[in-house]
C-alpha cells in the first residue's frame, strides 16, 4: 500500500480548488466534531466527510483509514463503559475488579463511548480526505513563502515513503533467499531479523541522502534568496466554498455557546432532538455540504462552472 | 578561446592518498559534444563533479589547479552564476530529485536562483512543452519510469539556462528504448539547440557516433584525447575494452577509417567480404552434449498476475537443463523481472507449475528455496550490512548452516575480493559491490543462479569478468538464469536466449538466434546482416574476415 502516495489526480471538484481553500474545508470538518459533542451533530458531519470521500472517488484510498477508524471507534465505545462508572441506567452490573470496583455498565457510558468513537471517526475521515484530495506539492508549495525549509523536508519525506516501501520489500526478498526466515524464531529473534532489514535499509538512506544533498546543490539550493513558484490560481468557487466553511464553523460556535448543540450525557441522556437544535443543525450542514453541492453544480452545468 | 578549460588539476578526495584526478589539463570548446569513457573509478565521475562546481565545494579535499570558464576562474563563483555556465544530470534518476510533483522538480533550481514567477512560469512551460512533459506535469516523481525521471532531471537543468551540460551516466540506469530517447534529446540540444554537452558513459555503443572527441581516463588521469576514431585505435593498441564493438573490430583490423555507425561499417566491411566460403563459427560448433543432463528447472503453462490486476505472465513454458546459461530479453515491462521472481519462488504462480530440481516452488518456503536458487536482484545495496565483506558470505552459510569449510576463501577469490574482505561492503565502488552481493548468493553453493540485470552501470572490464566467471559456473555444472537488457553481453557469454514479450516467449533458441534479431541483433550481428555470415561478437567477425583475407 505504502508504495503508492495515497493522492492520486481523480479530476475531482475538491482537488481542483486552491489549496488555501481546501484545507479551510478540511479544517473546518476537522474542528467542528471537537467542539460539538451532539450525537446528531457528529452524525451530520461523519456523513459530510463520507460525502466527500465519496464524491472525490477516493474510496478505495480512504478505506484503510476508514477501517481503521471504524475499528478505533468501535474499541472506545466497548472500553468507555468498562471503565466509566457514571450514569443512572444500569444495564448491567458485573464482577469486582481491581482498580475499578464493581463493573457497572450504564447506558449513558455506552452512548458517551459511542459518541466519542464517532468524533474520532469524524477526525480520521478528515485526515482521509486530506491524504486523498491535497496535493502534496500545493501544500509544500502555500507554506513554502514562509516555511520552505520544512516545506521541503515534507516533500522528501513525501518521496521517500513509496521508495522506502519498495526498497523494504525488496531487502526482505532478498534476505529470505540469504536463508533468513522471519516467521521463525523467538520474538527476539525475529525482532533482531527484522532489525537486519533496518540496518539495509538506513545504509542505503544515508548514501541516498547524500546523493540527493548533491543534486540540490547542483541546482543552487542554499546558495541565497529563494523565490516561491507557486502559481495557484483563485477563483470564485474558492472563495465561495472557504465562505461556505467559514460560516460552517461560526455558525456550529455559536449554536454551541447558545446551547442549540449541546447534548447531556450525564447522570442522564438528554433530548436528542429540540426543535432549534435541528434547525441549527440543518443550516449547518447545508453550509458544510457547499462545497460539495457546488462540485456536483459544476460537473452538471457548465455554465456554473464557467461562471465560477 | 575554449568554454571550459582546465589546467594542470590535481585533486585528492577528503583522506584520499591517491589522487581522484591527477593533471588533469582539458579545453572544452564551445557547441563541442564530448564523450568521457573509462572503468570504475577512473575519475569520470569525479571530473563531471568539478566541471559542476560540486568538487570541491560539496566534497571538500585538497585542489590544486585552475578551472576556467570562458577564461575566468570557475572555482569562488556565485551559485546562482555557476547555475548558467554549468548544469548536471546524474546517474541514479531516483536519488536526484527533490519535489514531489514534475512541475515542481523543474522549478526547483529556479527558486533557488530566485528568479521572479512570471519568468519562471516562462522557462518551466518552455521546457516541459519541449521535452515534452506537460502531460506529466501534475505526476508524483517517484511513480514515473526511470527514463521519465531522468527527463525531468534534464528538464530541471535545462531550465536553469546553462551553457554546458554534464550528463555523467545518464542512461545507466535506464533500458535501450528509454535510453535512446536520452541520447536523442542529448544529441538534439547539442546539434539543434548548441549546448556544449559533456556526456559520461559506460555503454558506448549508442553513443559513440554523437561524439566529436572522446577522453578516455585511467586512475584519474586522461590517457588518450581525441576523435572516436583515433581513441578507437588508441584502445586497441593498449588492450582497452572501452569501445563499441564495430569501431573495436575496424580498429582490430587496422582500417583506414574507424566507422561509428553500422551504416558507415557496412560500406567498410564491403572492402574485406569476398566471396570466400563461409567459416563455421567456431564458437557455435562447440555443442555440448545433451546426453546425461538432467533438467534442472521446468516451467510449465505458468500465469501470474499483480494484486493490482496487472496479468504480467501468460502460459509461459521453460525447461532449462544443467550446465546452461540462459539469458532472457525483451522490453520494459514485458514480464522478465516478474518470471525471474517466479522462479527464484518469490512469487508462486497464479496457473501452472514451476519445478526447481524436482520440487514445486508452492511447496517450499523462500528460505528452503534458497538452498538451491541463488537470486541476484537489481540492486546489490540490498544483500550488504555486514562490517566486512567475509561477514557477507558468512551471513548466509550461517543462515543455512552450512560448514565454511574453506568454501568462502574460495568463493572470494573466485570473486577477486580476497584482498578486500575485511574492507566494509559499503565502502566500495558499486561492481565490488555487486561482486560481494554475488558472493553471498554463491557461497551457499545454489544449483541454480538467477539474476536480474547484473551488468546495469558497470563497465565493459567488469562485464568481461563477470561474464567469464558465469560460464565458468555453467561449466562446472551450475545453471545460470539470466535478465538483461544488454544485448552485446548475451551474445559474447550465453549459450541461449529466451525473449519474452508481452508475458509470452516470443523466441527461445541458441544464442546465434540473436542475429535474426531485428530489435535485439547485437552490433556485429548489424554489421554482418546480408552477408551470409553467422557474426555476433567482434571475435567472431575477425575470425570471418581472417578466413577471407
New interface residues.
Partial sequence: MLE??S?K?KDAFLQHLHTAAVLTYLGVLLLLPLIIAHPLYLMGILFAGILAIYVSGAVEESMPFLVMGIWLALAVMVVNPLLVQNGSTVLLYGPDLPLVGRLRITLEAICYGAAMGMRLLCIIIAFALYNAVV???KM??LF?RFAWKSS?VV??A??MI??TAR?LS??K??Q??????FSSGSFRERLKKYS?LL??LL??SL??ST?????????????????????ELARPRDYLCCAGSVLALVLAIYARVKGYADFTFYPELGALAGGSGLVWLGVIMLCLLFPLILGWGCRHWPYLRSRI | MALLEIQDLIYHYPGGAKPALNNINLQIREGEFLLVAGGSGSGKSSLA?LL???IP??YGGRLQGKLLFQGNELRGE???T??THV??V?Q?P????????V??EI???????????EE??RR?SEVMTFLNLAHLK??????LSGGEKQKV?LA??IA?HPRVLVLDEPTSQLDPVAAGEFLDLAEYLNKEMGYTVVLIEQRLERCFHLADRLLVMEQGEIKCDGSPGETARWEVEHQLPFIPPVAKFFASLNSSLIPLTVRDGRRELQKYLSPAPFIENSRESQTIPENGRASLLEVKNVWYTYPGGREVIRGQSLSVKEGEFVVILGANAAGKSTLL?LL?G?LKPDRGSVHICGQDTRQL???E???Y???L?Q?P?????QDSVEDELL??LN??HLPDNGISESVLKKLKLWELRQANP?DLSSGERQRVALG??LV?GPRLLLLDEPTRGIDYRLKAELGFLLQKTAASGGTVVMVTHDVEFAAEYSRRVVMIFDGMVACDGPRKKLGESIFYAPQMARLFQGSGRDVLTVDEGLEQIGGVL
Fill in positions: 503508492q502516495l493522492y489526480e496535493h502534496p506539492d509544500t508549495g513554502s521541503l516533500s522528501l513525501t518521496r513509496p521508495a526498497d525488496s531487502a526478498e532478498v529470505q533467499m540469504r536463508g533468513v526466515d537486519w540496518e539495509v545504509l542505503s548514501e541516498g546523493a540527493t544533498a548533491e543534486a540540490m546543490q547542483a541546482r543552487g539550493f542554499g546558495s541565497g534568496r529563494r523565490s516561491c513558484y507557486n502559481r | 563533479r559542476a562546481g560540486l565545494e560539496f556565485q551559485r546562482h555557476l547555475n548544469g548536471i546524474f541514479d531516483e536519488k536526484q530529485l527533490v519535489m514531489t510533483s512541475e515542481a522549478a526547483f533550481g529556479l527558486e533557488n536562483m530566485g528568479l521572479p514567477r519562471m512560469f518551466v501534475k505526476e508524483f516523481t517517484a511513480q532531471a530541471a537543468v536553469m521472481k527464484a518469490i518456503s523462500l528460505n528455496l534458497g538452498r536458487v541463488g537470486y536482484s540492486n545495496n540490498d544483500y550488504l550490512f551471513f548466509t543462515n543455512f559499503r553471498s548468493v551457499a
